[in-house]
């Protein structure tokens, strides 16, 4: 199976401006979920989507928002870009909640 | 609250040395733990998941509910073994989001 893949690799924005990035999971997998990569917070979960419903949350502001359609592909969105956002925003997706999550390569934003 | 500390930012062994990534954990309830892995320009991927107790590439991790600690260990490192290891939790069945340590840099010389 080809795994979960990204979509744009890389983005240079610039402040005020608004940015989507596209996931498309693994064949078969319902769950997608986004974390936020940078040097000095780590690994920071945004949210989660299961067969298109937000399950689950993280501590970001309401400028970062996410979806899922019916085919399980997952965009996020961030708007009003700060330089902070800059970062490696990294998709996962797994077949169900109880299941190992499999990781895409990522899309590094660059916010100037 | 969720939290994982791996207290090394970067381990060097030489080649032929045991290996031992530390991890502590802080979760009201009973977590499950992982190990993931990052090699050089490669996607960060499961390493192993202490509730299929495997071994791994001749890692394994013990779940010490007393002391809160999931270490990765190896007994002889290689050199294919450098890369980035980032231990992480979630609550029993998924049901929480995974919670990432901000992970150690192993570098194995040889």
Redesign the interface.
């Known amino acids: 199976k080809a795994?979960?893949t990204q979509t744009p690799r890389y983005l240079i924005k610039t402040r005020g401006q608004q940015v989507t990035l596209s996931c498309s999971p693994i064949s078969g997998h319902r769950s997608v979920?986004w974390?936020q990569q940078t040097p000095g917070q780590?690994?920071?979960?945004l949210f989660?989507y299961f067969s298109e419903t937000q399950r689950?949350k993280?501590n970001f502001p309401g400028r970062f928002s996410g979806r899922q359609f019916s085919n399980s592909r997952s965009e996020m969105n961030v708007s009003t870009l700060e330089l902070g956002d800059s970062a490696l925003y990294?998709c996962a997706s797994?077949q169900?909640?109880?299941?190992?999550?499999?990781?895409?390569?990522?899309t590094r934003l660059t916010v100037l | 609250a969720q939290r994982v500390t791996q207290p090394e930012k970067l381990l060097s062994v030489f080649k032929g040395a045991p290996v031992e990534l530390k991890c502590n954990y802080s979760y009201s309830g009973s977590p499950e733990l992982f190990w993931y892995v990052q090699y050089s320009r490669q996607r960060l991927q499961l390493l192993l998941r202490h509730i299929s107790r495997e071994s791994i590439k001749g890692f394994t991790a013990d779940l010490n509910k007393g002391e809160t600690s999931f270490h990765l260990k190896k007994p002889f490192a290689q050199e294919e073994d450098s890369a980035m290891y980032y231990c992480a939790l979630s609550g029993h069945s998924g049901n929480t989001p995974l919670v990432f340590g901000k992970g150690t840099r192993l570098s194995v010389i040889a």
Do not use: I
């Open positions: 795994g979960v979920s974390y780590g690994l920071q979960f989660e689950n993280g990294l797994r169900g909640m109880a299941d190992t999550q499999y990781f895409g390569p990522g």
